[in-house]
């Protein structure tokens, strides 16, 4: 293996003599190079992260008292419409889409991606994508108001006019993440390396794999969802108005069959992340492999099946609602069994506790937390008092942002030296991930007493009694929101350094894969030579 990665390296270096980037912008406009497609991802994504967490802040800060504070109650709808699609499809996909790009082919030692043309095509519908969405907050009328779960009627019958831009955006995106899923799983089926037998695949690997399955599955779901809102809307179908035989619910049963699948699409990626950066820093090999892969798997499978949970209070009959409410406890199951072989790895392992490890360690005990409250929502008594109250807000914040942003933040730490050659600074690193911490439990650990006090979501004002719970929040996402300065600080600081690479190839001890054979940064085309895995 190491003659055949040497080999590799040289066939590298000398095609990068003759045939690397091209300069400048249009290096980025028609790159299908994976890491470059990586990178823009991941760009993509970290400026959507600030764009969505300023709206965020202006949800927060108009809460932090009762009456008007700063915006109407019609902007602030349309605030928490617009922060809801950018954080997920803006920012948890396009992020783990980079991730991907990046890593998979690195990890299996393919020279690319399988279909590299459709790949540069599935990033750059992002960006118009997202600039026609955004782009209803500056006409005329409103943007979209209706939340990011656009409900009908309020999108169909009483939607805005910006509405029909809002459909077309989401066609793009879905669009977008259909291809990048196609993309993966045919390259990771046809381009692993001789000996990259299944039973040898990353687990991040795994966890894309899956993914890209129920991507494949649910995101042409949506895609029909939004056109029958579109048909509703112009062309005198009832798909979803009662008043021409429709159904309003039938809207909730087809978002929903895409809108479950969509959480385990924004975590699964999440959950392969986490099982590399804790096998690498507790320097054991990942605790019950098998199971961790047959976990996901499981995960995927149930995730599609037990949509209808979000529907309790609809007037769901009995008999649907047992069999929803056991079949969603049922992913405790698959869930628990990662969460306990992670534990498993770190049990006696030599631990260390660099800045991947504190945001794996961060994911390991919020998750869980955030687990536990998914259970409570499962049951379907408890669930008439939890449904629309700031409990189920916080139940998604804690899954998403301590699940899948925290997976993100694990990863990008942990490849980046690998990335560019250079160790960021890991007291900056450890900074960010305190300051993050403490402002994601400021902001929604007390969001659970806001909601099991009867508090709803999505409202601009309330009673004088939830002031000092909604101050603590507002406090905490402000501190949240700061620490992401600290984090684009490090990787500006990163991406414009020249200074000479300084980390080895292996960058951390204890990390194992093809990836860590590889000089850091890797050469611009890797793996001319398909290494042979022993």
Known sequence: MTEAIIHTHAAADHFDAHHGPEKGFKRWLFTTNHKDIGTLYLLFSLVMLFIGGLMALVIRAELFEPGKVLIDPEF???MTTMHGLIMVFGVIMPAMAGLANWMIPLMIGAPDMALPRLNNWSFWLLPFAFCLLMSTLIMSGPAPDFGWTFYAPLSTTYGPKSTDFFIF??????????MAAL???VTIFNM??????????????????????????????????????????????????AAGGGDPLLF???FWFFGHPEVYILILPGFGIISEVVSTFSRKRLFGYKFMVAATVLIAFIGLIVWMHHM??????????????????????????????????LFKGSITFETPMLFALGFLVMFTIGGFSGVMLSLVPADYQYRDSYFVVAHFHYVLVSGSLFAIFAAIYYWLPKWTGRMYSERLGQIHFWLSVIGM????????FLGLAGMPRRIPDYPLQFTDFNQLCTIGAFIFGMAQLVFLYIILKECVSHTKPDVSNQVWEGA????????????????????IVP
């Open 76 to 78: 602030f709808n349309q």
């Open 169 to 178: 955006s989401v066609h793009m995106m879905g669009a977008s993440s259909i």
């Open 183 to 185: 993309n993966i799983v």
């Open 192 to 241: 692993r390396a001789p000996g990259m037998t299944w039973g040898k695949l990353p687990l991040f690997v795994w966890s894309w794999l899956v993914t890209g399955f129920l991507l494949l599955a649910v995101m042409p779901v949506l895609a029909g969802c939004v056109t029958m809102m579109l048909m509703d809307r112009h062309f005198h179908t009832s798909f979803f108005n």
């Open 252 to 254: 909730q049963h087809v």
């Open 312 to 345: 309790f209070t609809t007037g769901a009959p009995i008999t649907a609602q047992l069999y929803f409410m056991y079949a969603t406890m049922l992913v405790a199951i698959p869930t628990g069994i990662k969460i306990f072989n992670w534990l498993a790895t």
């Open 441 to 448: 439990n400021l902001a929604f650990l007390p969001m659970h």
């Open 512 to 531: 194992k894969g093809l990836e860590w054979t590889l000089p850091s940064p890797p050469p611009y085309h890797t793996f001319e030579t398909a290494p």
